[in-house]
């Protein structure tokens, strides 16, 4: 271990915005590079796969802003708590209606590691809130960096004006520069202890595999529906949508999009 890495175990030598960028490093590069994401980069995106990715969203940012709005005076959220500039569920939900209509909410569909995802925010709502800043800080900054290139690429790909694309729109955000740094600002000044900095460096890690696992189930589960469309598709035990969620009265499987889906065709995004 060598100096630098040293100082980021031991939660010591630097800001902890820098030490999460420094110990994601490494999962940073995987998840730009998962086919969804390069297909997105590159424009290779279609209606039916941003449909599907805002779905997973929705309820990512569900669980995140549930969580965070529940524990927006813990001594670790409150700083970086800015829910006029940036909560994502109403753009979300703004963008799910346009698409889907006023009955969007049963047409949603999403993977089991989207399942697994929103699990786990709750879970550390639950009993360890501290770490919602590693979820906050890598959902939200990666929205105010390449989500609003991947923004404009949605827009041309798909010839969309203002509407559907609510989600890549901060209002409340006249200069993302400046407010990523004031939000980074923030976040440092949180107080933690060395064992409680380590485990949010931890979480942090966590949160970019929770998202690559996402996109490569959303990537899976789009070749299934393409398969389906000729015939060649089988089903996988590890990408059946809405796992363990079926029960819901918010989120259900209906198999209205999912035949859609596999008549039209693929794909999808990252918010880093």
């Given at each position: 271990?060598?100096?630098?890495?040293?100082?980021?175990?031991?939660?010591?030598?630097?800001?902890?915005?820098?030490?999460?960028?420094?110990?994601?490093?490494?999962?940073?590069?995987?998840?730009?590079?998962?086919?969804?994401?390069?297909?997105?980069?590159?424009?290779?995106?279609?209606?039916?796969?941003?449909?599907?990715?805002?779905?997973?969203?929705?309820?990512?940012?569900?669980?995140?802003?549930?969580?965070?709005?529940?524990?927006?005076?813990?001594?670790?959220?409150?700083?970086?708590?800015?829910?006029?500039?940036?909560?994502?569920?109403?753009?979300?939900?703004?963008?799910?209606?346009?698409?889907?209509?006023?009955?969007?909410?049963?047409?949603?569909?999403?993977?089991?590691?989207?399942?697994?995802?929103?699990?786990?925010?709750?879970?550390?709502?639950?009993?360890?809130?501290?770490?919602?800043?590693?979820?906050?800080?890598?959902?939200?900054?990666?929205?105010?960096?390449?989500?609003?290139?991947?923004?404009?690429?949605?827009?041309?790909?798909?010839?969309?004006?203002?509407?559907?694309?609510?989600?890549?729109?901060?209002?409340?955000?006249?200069?993302?520069?400046?407010?990523?740094?004031?939000?980074?600002?923030?976040?440092?000044?949180?107080?933690?202890?060395?064992?409680?900095?380590?485990?949010?460096?931890?979480?942090?890690?966590?949160?970019?595999?929770?998202?690559?696992?996402?996109?490569?189930?959303?990537?899976?589960?789009?070749?299934?529906?393409?398969?389906?469309?000729?015939?060649?598709?089988?089903?996988?035990?590890?990408?059946?949508?809405?796992?363990?969620i079926s029960g819901s009265p918010v989120i259900k499987l209906t198999l209205g999009l999912c035949v859609a889906l596999a008549t039209?065709?693929?794909?999808?995004?990252?918010?880093?």
């Amino acid at each position: 271990m060598d100096n630098t890495e040293r100082k980021v175990a031991n939660g010591d030598g630097s800001d902890l915005s820098e030490q999460i960028k420094e110990v994601t490093k490494d999962s940073h590069v995987r998840a730009e590079n998962t086919q969804l994401m390069l297909n997105y980069q590159k424009g290779q995106i279609t209606l039916p796969q941003y449909k599907i990715l805002l779905c997973s969203l929705y309820e990512i940012y569900r669980a995140l802003e549930d969580e965070l709005d529940r524990h927006s005076t813990h001594p670790a959220v409150e700083p970086i708590y800015f829910p006029q500039e940036l909560a994502r569920l109403e753009s979300l939900e703004r963008d799910l209606e346009y698409f889907f209509g006023a009955q969007w909410k049963k047409r949603v569909i999403v993977p089991a590691a989207t399942h697994r995802y929103t699990e786990r925010l709750r879970e550390i709502g639950r009993s360890s809130p501290n770490l919602l800043v590693a979820h906050a800080y890598t959902r939200y900054l990666g929205d105010l960096s390449g989500g609003q290139v991947l923004g404009k690429i949605t827009q041309k790909s798909m010839g969309l004006g203002k509407e559907g694309v609510a989600f890549f729109s901060f209002p409340g955000v006249t200069s993302p520069h400046r407010f990523k740094q004031l939000y980074r600002s923030r976040m440092n000044s949180i107080e933690l202890s060395v064992e409680e900095r380590r485990k949010v460096l931890d979480e942090a890690v966590r949160a970019f595999e929770f998202n690559i696992e996402v996109f490569d189930d959303l990537q899976k589960m789009l070749s299934i529906t393409e398969g389906a469309s000729d015939g060649s598709g089988t089903q996988n035990g590890s990408i059946i949508p809405l796992k363990g969620i079926s029960g819901s009265p918010v989120i259900k499987l209906t198999l209205g999009l999912c035949v859609a889906l596999a008549t039209v065709g693929i794909g999808v995004y990252s918010a880093f």
